[in-house]
């Protein structure tokens, strides 16, 4: 069992509040991404859970044992960081050894454990050679290996992708879902990149200003966002939103591809007629800003292609696919019809 709490945790740096009262469990074997805008307090947490930037007050407990203050080297977590931080002036078989060395882990056991996670992340051709001889692909398995090679509970990764390109970015990702699956242990991986977190997590914790702004599956949160931060962050292009009514206090939402786009008006719960601004061929979709009359303008994501720039198009929605919220940015779930009637309709 590798099950993370933190129980009113605050985070300080002199003045300046990172976290508050933070409260959260992160389940035992589970692909968690912590994912937010730079400065959002996600980097901060995971520095806490590894013990290398302690918390200011609150509790951390690793398998119900307080680890709050402990040292951490017996935490019993491994961290891969952004920039490898792998030994030049070492071998592959160097680097992934150096801290059973350390530990007096005797030469027989070390070779075994080497040749076992080489054999995982696909090193075992490369034990002799040094990082400067490597890809970046290459390198960031290292540093996997040697993370892995101390058998830890928790795996914390702090953007290890960040510095590759989008193509080699995109299969290290899958790797990274395969060693999971094959490990079994928790992961926490640390992202501001949406698309990394939609395709490895099981559970996205999304952050901004040091306060949880949603927790769950990329499913639960590309689908049902809890407020507008949530439902713009997530998704490319983000959810269109815009105020429905300013006596009501209502703004609508809705994802760019669950719009119905024609030359004529097809109904719908919503639907407003439209000029077709840009238009952008994404390979079997298209990308199409739509002006409307009162300088209003959006996103829509189609499968059509007969559309051109300049056109007048009719876009629809039903009623199911759109989201609303009021003032303030949060989502409303209850009393809606009310507030639709106050707001004059859908149109």
């Known amino acids: 069992m590798a099950q993370i709490e933190f129980i009113n945790v605050c985070k300080f740096f002199g003045e300046t509040r990172v976290i508050e009262n933070l409260n959260l469990t992160i389940k035992d074997g589970s692909f968690t991404v912590l994912l937010g805008p730079s400065g959002c307090g996600k980097t901060t947490l995971l520095r806490m859970i590894a013990g290398i930037g302690p918390a200011t007050s609150g509790r951390i407990l690793l398998d119900g044992r307080d680890i709050t203050h402990t040292p951490p080297g017996k935490r019993g977590v491994a961290m891969v960081f952004q920039n490898y931080a792998i030994y030049p002036t070492m071998t592959v078989r160097g680097n992934i ?169 097809q109904g719908g719960f919503f639907r407003r007629k439209g000029r077709i601004a840009t238009r952008e061929m994404l390979g079997s979709e298209t990308l199409y800003k739509i002006d409307f009359p009162d300088g209003i303008s959006i996103m829509v994501k189609s499968l059509e292609e007969g559309f051109g720039v300049g056109e007048e198009v009719y876009v629809s929605v039903d009623r199911e696919e759109l989201c609303f919220f009021d003032r303030s940015g949060q989502r409303i779930r209850e009393g809606l019809d009310e507030l639709l009637a106050l707001a004059g309709g859908s149109n």
């Open 97 to 265: 050894e150096f801290g059973l060395k350390n530990n007096k882990v005797p030469k027989a056991e070390r070779d075994r454990l080497i040749r076992e996670v080489s054999e995982v992340v696909g090193l075992t051709a490369f034990l002799d050679r040094k990082p400067s001889t490597l890809s970046g692909g290459q390198r960031q398995r290292v540093a996997l290996a040697r993370a892995m090679v101390k058998n830890p509970k928790v795996f914390l990764m702090d953007e290890p992708l960040s510095n590759l390109d989008a193509k080699l970015r995109a299969a290290m990702r899958v790797e990274l879902i395969e060693l999971h699956r094959k490990l079994q242990t928790t992961f926490v991986y640390v992202t501001h990149d949406q698309v990394e977190a939609m395709a490895m997590a099981d559970t996205i914790i999304l952050m901004n200003d040091g306060e949880i702004q949603q927790e769950g599956s990329p499913e639960e949160i590309y689908r049902d966002p809890n407020n507008i931060f949530t439902a713009q962050f997530i998704g490319t292009p983000p959810m269109n939103i815009f105020t429905l009514s300013e006596r009501a206090g209502v703004q609508i939402g809705f994802r760019p591809e669950k719009v119905d786009l024609a030359h004529e008006d």
